[in-house]
């Protein structure tokens, strides 16, 4: 048999693919826009004022994935502060990393 908790997570994850969202990208690319980078984490203080981080999300445990949904909303509005902050530097100082794509998430 089943795990039924395999079969919560399935369905999770069919919802994130059937809504479109693409929500799994962006608890994934948020966590990696301040992970190992301590000048990103440098800009996202002195931009913000904030030192809540994303949580790493992994995305076979949508369950007990909780927490960084929470703490996502939580900080959504710095993300959005440091984003814009980066788009607003001249093209030659906007960061070139591939989780910084302004077009790819409604920020």
Known sequence: GTCNLHVVHGAFQAGDVASDWGL???LKEVFYLL???PARRDDFISVTGGALYPLYF???RWVEDKCVAERLLEIWANIVKLVDYYASL???KQPSFKTYTRQKYCF
């Open 24 to 26: 799994k990208g962006v």
């Open 90 to 92: 001249p093209k030659y």
């Open 35 to 37: 992970h190992d980078s």
């Open 58 to 60: 992994c995305e076979t």
